[in-house]
């Protein structure tokens, strides 16, 4: 994959459609291999390696894969929590109990999202988390995140806050995610770290 030019700093929306375009050109290999790497560089997080529960998410389409780092922490004995989409576009959540439990679910107009068909949890579930493992398309230099625009994560990050939870924010990205600068807003926070095919980076010290 090529790096992503950037002369200057471009507002969320323009940046959001760069790399998603360029997440749209990705083969199917590369997605098997970059799930392989991703899991594999993820799994040796201290942060990982120490938690007992996990919020994560399953990839779709394009994004960095995720199942096979979900199966791999649910063999260690791993609780992960999986995310159910609410109408508000707030999330609920749901133990991961195998690629079998999941259910596709169609939001209105949007991607099928894979989510967890049975029990619901309830929307402070992630609370108990240790570390959650955030989706984006981008974190900079500060370890700022760029997220899709929905504001679900942004609920979850408050959410957090106010329950004075500080589970390790873990986010996976492709290697040319990892960018000079996003534009960033009073209420965005910065992750713990960033994990990619070819290593991990850290922006502040875990909990």
Same mark, same amino acid.
């Given at each position: 994959m ?25 083969t ?6 970059t799930s ?5 560089r993820?799994?040796?997080?201290p ?16 994004e960095?894969?995720t199942l096979?780092? !979900?199966?791999? =922490?649910?063999?260690?004995?791993v %609780?992960?929590? $999986?995310p &159910?989409? /609410?109408? +508000? ?5 749901g ?6 439990s999941l259910?596709?679910v169609r939001h209105?107009?949007?991607?099928a999202?894979?989510?967890?068909a049975?029990e ?16 984006g398309l981008?974190v ?13 994560y942004?609920?979850? !990050?408050a959410? =957090?806050?106010?329950?004075?939870? %500080?589970?390790? $924010?873990? &986010?996976l /990205?492709? +290697?040319t ?5 996003v ?5 965005d926070?910065?992750v713990h770290?960033?994990?990619t095919p ?5 922006f502040?010290?875990?909990?």
């Amino acid at each position: 994959m090529r790096p992503i030019a950037r002369p200057g700093e471009p507002d969320k929306r323009s940046l959001r459609r760069e790399i998603l375009a360029v997440r749209n050109r990705l083969t199917a290999d590369d997605l098997r291999e970059t799930s392989a790497a991703l899991a594999g560089r993820a799994l040796g997080l201290p942060e990982l390696a120490r938690a007992g529960t996990v919020a994560a998410y399953v990839s779709v389409g394009s994004e960095p894969g995720t199942l096979a780092l !979900l199966d791999a =922490l649910r063999a260690r004995g791993v %609780r992960v929590l $999986l995310p &159910v989409l /609410l109408p +508000d576009n707030d999330l609920d959540w749901g133990p991961y109990e195998g690629e079998d439990s999941l259910a596709r679910v169609r939001h209105g107009g949007r991607m099928a999202l894979f989510e967890p068909a049975g029990e619901r949890l309830g929307p402070d579930a992630v609370t108990t988390a240790d570390a959650v493992l955030l989706p984006g398309l981008a974190v900079d230099a500060r370890g700022m995140r760029l997220g899709r625009g929905g504001g679900s994560y942004d609920r979850v !990050l408050a959410r =957090l806050e106010r329950a004075e939870a %500080r589970p390790a $924010l873990v &986010v996976l /990205l492709y +290697d040319t995610e990892v960018v000079g600068q996003v534009p960033a807003e009073p209420h965005d926070r910065p992750v713990h770290a960033v994990v990619t095919p070819s290593g991990i980076r850290r922006f502040r010290p875990g909990p």
